[in-house]
């Protein structure tokens, strides 16, 4: 019980972290596209 809570955490905060780094891996991948083009 007390591990699903632990890991509800982590996975929460992992997907918190992911979704604020959005607009930088956006940034990134155009960025990619505009050198490759």
Known sequence: ???????????????????MSVPLWLLFYLSLRWLIS
């Open 1 to 19: 019980m007390n591990y699903m809570v632990v890991g509800k955490t982590f996975w929460l905060g992992i997907f918190n972290a992911a979704f």
